[in-house]
């Protein structure tokens, strides 16, 4: 069963702004494929009367009052931002000059 | 800028069938951000409503607000439709510095809420039911400020700051199936659509819904298809349409420019588009070459939701009087027509004239001096209805001054001049202006002998029994009492002295 294909590792790369040579999507895609491989031995054990769960705590409705609680300051919500201006966060050019 | 090429509205209605979908954002009014106790109060210094949940900070756990939650269900409920059993939250990942986490919390394929509709009603009075296809929770993103371009764009900006206080105020997007059959109405669809869901969101008291604010907005998606085809044609996104009269318009460039194009035998290319205020017209944003990757999954941070029915049916028989419903029922207490009705509704005087009956004024004259005198001074001053200076308590009072006989409505209407001029409450102007009405004998008594005596002839025709002539004479009252006579009384004491019976 294929599990993942070079394209598609080529394609997370880029959604994950990560720039990879063709050496590392090969090592990357060999890598990815047995990980998923190994995960997918999991649905092989569960039966249809097991429902996929994306938290391991059977709990619901875990929810907290609308009570204002004290928020950072700003020198200190912004103390750890490599840039600053006008007490905000600078960031570099989100759009290239086109 | 170049021009866009436009067909007229009415050639373009006359080839095409326009299919719209309305995706509405409205920003929840709770005290606290979605998943972090962060204070969500506007105007507050830059960065000074954040915390490591919002903040995006490692080792931070988000939990979402109850009220959040509940506004939610109530707007799903309000909007028919049916409330998830379970359901989750869902990461969707993208590359923006307006979320700091790289990620919205949204909901994805398990909305809270689905498989609704909402009546609206035309101007006309037609209802068109628009229905819904989903409300889920979500939150709201970070502040851009762009530096270096011109006027403060994202293009050719230089670099951006930003402002986390917005990121992670609640938000409801409430999307709809798409709208087919609205034809020629199409745009005043959209609008009445998003006008109505204002005012559903404003009674159910989740949201002020005020799309000035930014607190409410729209997304008009569009396409055209040959009239009888049933595959839509390919539509574009107008992003953040923020008024109702923009909604409208919008929708109604975006059918005229679809029309250019696909006559002119071109193709429309999946894209979002800017709507421009200044002259209601939409330019390329960005183009969808590909359907976007949000790489959606669970949020593994957030338990699910699931809301007992009991709860679900609890804030189901707590739901307000919907707003389309409660304006029925009041334009039949009131007895007036439609178009009466139409109009109040129009000049945004309904919640005004409520206020004022609130204060103890009758319906009939707290309608009249509102769309009457105070619509006027809102025209003329180009403001909005509730910015004019007149408090409804102070309409009120106006008007039980007339109801005791104390002003008649020539007189309260100076009374209201002076409120609006900024002379203080009514009765100091009645005061400070001298505007009683006058119904004391011996003051009117000497005004009504020198209208007699200087009309012996209609006071003749008077004598003879021609009452109709009275008017002149009582006319001749007012005028030299400079309105303030009694009408009433001054009719009386006319007839008494030429010993006729009224």
Same mark, same amino acid.
């Given at each position: 069963?294929?599990?993942?294909?070079?394209?598609?590792?080529?394609?997370?790369?880029?959604?994950?702004?990560?720039?990879?040579?063709?050496?590392?999507?090969?090592?990357?895609?060999?890598?990815?494929?047995?990980?998923?491989? +190994?995960? =997918?031995?999991?649905? #092989?054990?569960?039966?249809?009367? &097991? !429902?996929?769960?994306?938290?391991?705590?059977?709990?619901?409705?875990?929810?907290?009052?609308?009570?204002?609680?004290?928020?950072?300051?700003?020198?200190?919500?912004? +103390?750890? =931002?490599?840039?600053? #201006?006008?007490?905000?966060?600078? &960031? !570099?050019?989100?759009?290239?000059?086109? | 800028?170049?021009?866009?090429?436009?067909?007229?509205?009415?050639?373009?209605?006359?080839?095409?069938?326009?299919?719209?979908?309305?995706?509405?954002?409205?920003?929840?009014?709770?005290?606290?951000?979605?998943?972090?106790?962060?204070?969500?109060?506007?105007?507050?210094?830059?960065?000074?409503?954040?915390?490591?949940?919002?903040?995006?900070?490692?080792?931070?756990?988000?939990?979402?607000?109850?009220?959040?939650?509940?506004?939610?269900?109530?707007?799903?409920?309000?909007?028919?439709?049916?409330?998830?059993?379970?359901?989750?939250?869902?990461?969707?990942?993208?590359?923006?510095?307006?979320?700091?986490?790289?990620?919205?919390?949204?909901?994805?394929?398990?909305?809270?809420?689905?498989?609704?509709?909402?009546?609206?009603?035309?101007?006309?009075?037609?209802?068109?039911?628009?229905?819904?296809?989903?409300?889920?929770?979500?939150?709201?993103?970070?502040?851009?400020?762009?530096?270096?371009?011109?006027?403060?764009?994202?293009?050719?900006?230089?670099?951006?700051?930003?402002?986390?206080?917005?990121?992670?105020?609640?938000?409801?997007?409430?999307?709809?199936?798409?709208?087919?059959?609205?034809?020629?109405?199409?745009?005043?669809?959209?609008?009445?659509?998003?006008?109505?869901?204002?005012?559903?969101?404003?009674?159910?008291?989740?949201?002020?819904?005020?799309?000035?604010?930014?607190?409410?907005?729209?997304?008009?998606?569009?396409?055209?298809?040959?009239?009888?085809?049933?595959?839509?044609?390919?539509?574009?996104?107008?992003?953040?349409?923020?008024?109702?009269?923009?909604?409208?318009?919008?929708?109604?460039?975006?059918?005229?420019?679809?029309?250019?194009?696909?006559?002119?035998?071109?193709?429309?290319?999946?894209?979002?588009?800017?709507?421009?205020?200044?002259?209601?017209?939409?330019?390329?944003?960005?183009?969808?070459?590909?359907?976007?990757?949000?790489?959606?999954?669970?949020?593994?941070?957030?338990?699910?939701?699931?809301?007992?029915?009991?709860?679900?049916?609890?804030?189901?028989?707590?739901?307000?009087?919907?707003?389309?419903?409660?304006?029925?029922?009041?334009?039949?207490?009131?007895?007036?027509?439609?178009?009466?009705?139409?109009?109040?509704?129009?000049?945004?005087?309904?919640?005004?004239?409520?206020?004022?009956?609130?204060?103890?004024?009758?319906?009939?004259?707290?309608?009249?001096?509102?769309?009457?005198?105070?619509?006027?001074?809102?025209?003329?001053?180009?403001?909005?209805?509730?910015?004019?200076?007149?408090?409804?308590?102070?309409?009120?009072?106006?008007?039980?001054?007339?109801?005791?006989?104390?002003?008649?409505?020539?007189?309260?209407?100076?009374?209201?001049?002076?409120?609006?001029?900024?002379?203080?409450?009514?009765?100091?102007?009645?005061?400070?202006?001298?505007?009683?009405?006058?119904?004391?004998?011996?003051?009117?008594?000497?005004?009504?002998?020198?209208?007699?005596?200087?009309?012996?002839?209609?006071?003749?025709?008077?004598?003879?029994?021609?009452?109709?002539?009275?008017?002149?004479?009582?006319?001749?009252?007012?005028?030299?009492?400079?309105?303030?006579?009694?009408?009433?009384?001054?009719?009386?004491?006319?007839?008494?002295?030429?010993?006729?019976?009224?």
């Amino acid at each position: 069963m294929p599990g993942i294909t070079r394209e598609e590792v080529a394609h997370l790369g880029r959604l994950a702004r990560l720039e990879l040579s063709g050496d590392e999507l090969d090592h990357f895609a060999g890598q990815l494929d047995d990980i998923i491989g +190994s995960v =997918a031995r999991v649905s #092989e054990v569960a039966g249809e009367d &097991v !429902p996929p769960t994306s938290h391991p705590l059977p709990l619901t409705n875990v929810m907290r009052p609308d009570t204002v609680r004290p928020s950072l300051t700003p020198q200190q919500a912004l +103390s750890g =931002a490599p840039a600053q #201006e006008q007490q905000r966060f600078k &960031v !570099p050019q989100i759009l290239g000059e086109d | 800028m170049t021009v866009t090429d436009l067909l007229s509205y009415e050639d373009a209605l006359a080839s095409y069938d326009p299919v719209m979908g309305l995706e509405v954002h409205v920003e929840l009014g709770t005290r606290t951000k979605m998943f972090c106790g962060c204070s969500t109060e506007l105007g507050a210094e830059p960065n000074s409503q954040t915390c490591p949940t919002c903040l995006g900070l490692p080792g931070s756990l988000p939990v979402v607000n109850a009220i959040g939650v509940e506004s939610a269900i109530k707007i799903g409920l309000a909007l028919n439709c049916e409330i998830a059993q379970w359901c989750r939250f869902a990461r969707k990942n993208y590359f923006y510095p307006d979320m700091p986490k790289n990620f919205q919390t949204s909901q994805y394929d398990e909305p809270i809420a689905f498989n609704g509709y909402l009546d609206v009603q035309l101007e006309d009075g037609e209802v068109f039911r628009v229905q819904i296809e989903r409300a889920h929770m979500e939150e709201d993103t970070g502040k851009s400020t762009h530096v270096g371009g011109a006027t403060g764009r994202i293009h050719g900006a230089s670099h951006s700051l930003l402002d986390y206080n917005r990121a992670g105020i609640p938000l409801i997007e409430i999307v709809t199936k798409p709208i087919e059959g609205a034809g020629v109405r199409a745009p005043e669809v959209a609008k009445a659509y998003v006008a109505e869901l204002r005012e559903l969101i404003k009674a159910l008291g989740v949201s002020e819904a005020r799309m000035e604010m930014g607190q409410m907005r729209c997304d008009v998606n569009l396409s055209l298809r040959p009239p009888g085809r049933e595959k839509f044609g390919t539509r574009s996104e107008t992003k953040n349409v923020n008024s109702l009269r923009s909604v409208e318009r919008a929708a109604r460039f975006e059918i005229q420019r679809h029309a250019a194009v696909l006559s002119s035998g071109g193709t429309i290319v999946q894209e979002t588009r800017h709507f421009h205020e200044e002259d209601g017209s939409t330019t390329s944003g960005r183009i969808k070459e590909e359907a976007e990757d949000y790489r959606y999954f669970p949020e593994p941070d957030l338990v699910p939701v699931a809301p007992a029915r009991e709860w679900v049916e609890e804030l189901r028989a707590g739901l307000p009087e919907l707003p389309r419903l409660r304006r029925k029922r009041l334009q039949e207490d009131w007895g007036i027509a439609d178009h009466e009705m139409q109009s109040v509704l129009n000049a945004g005087a309904l919640d005004l004239i409520l206020a004022t009956m609130a204060e103890g004024a009758d319906a009939a004259s707290a309608r009249k001096w509102w769309m009457g005198e105070l619509a006027r001074h809102a025209n003329e001053t180009g403001t909005e209805l509730a910015a004019v200076p007149i408090t409804p308590a102070q309409v009120a009072r106006v008007s039980a001054l007339v109801a005791a006989g104390d002003l008649n409505d020539k007189l309260a209407r100076q009374v209201i001049e002076g409120v609006l001029a900024g002379e203080g409450e009514p009765d100091q102007v009645v005061d400070a202006r001298g505007l009683k009405v006058v119904s004391d004998d011996s003051a009117l008594g000497a005004a009504v002998d020198d209208a007699i005596a200087a009309n012996a002839a209609i006071a003749n025709k008077i004598r003879g029994g021609n009452l109709a002539a009275a008017g002149a004479l009582i006319g001749a009252v007012m005028k030299a009492t400079r309105g303030q006579a009694d009408a009433k009384r001054v009719r009386e004491l006319v007839l008494e002295r030429l010993g006729v019976q009224g």
